[in-house]
């Protein structure tokens, strides 16, 4: 059994496709029309058969309550791991990108946090032998 696809909602699919492939550099791996909205799926370039991130439509009021209360309690629905955060920081940050914790150690890792832009916070992460 292995981990293929998981999914974050967003508030509009297509501000979502943007930031995720234009800022965040991800690659589109489908997009595809279902009725109203889109199965958008992206990729890191990194390992692009690993693993995709749905963009799913936060249009059930279920799933747009529990994105609003992530949000307004500060807790990232998803960690993305990087090789140098203090360049993904300034990377990111020069794109316009808006960051609520900047890099700070936490135990063995360093963690950021930015919102998405969609509706969400989205911790980045440096593990230890990455340093």
């Given at each position: 059994m292995r981990i293929k696809l998981t999914s974050i909602m967003v508030d509009?699919?297509?501000?979502?496709?943007?930031?995720?492939?234009?800022?965040l550099g991800f690659k589109k791996k489908h997009?595809?029309?279902?009725?109203?909205y889109r199965w958008i799926t992206?990729?890191?370039?990194?390992g692009p058969d690993d693993l995709e991130l749905a963009l799913e439509p936060n249009a059930n009021p279920a799933g747009k309550?529990?994105?609003d209360a992530m949000l307004s309690q500060g807790i990232p629905v998803a960690a993305f791991e990087v090789a140098d955060i203090a360049g993904e920081f300034a990377r990111l940050t020069a794109a316009g990108v808006a960051?609520?914790?900047p890099p700070a150690k936490a135990g063995p890792v360093?963690?950021?946090?930015?919102?998405?832009?969609?509706?969400?916070?989205?911790?980045?992460?440096?593990?230890?032998?990455?340093?």
């Open positions: 509009d699919q297509e501000k979502g496709l943007r930031f995720y492939t234009e800022v997009d595809i029309p279902v009725g109203e992206v990729t890191s370039p990194e309550a529990f994105q960051f609520t914790r360093t963690l950021a946090v930015f919102v998405d832009t969609c509706g969400n916070l989205i911790q980045l992460y440096q593990p230890p032998s990455a340093a």
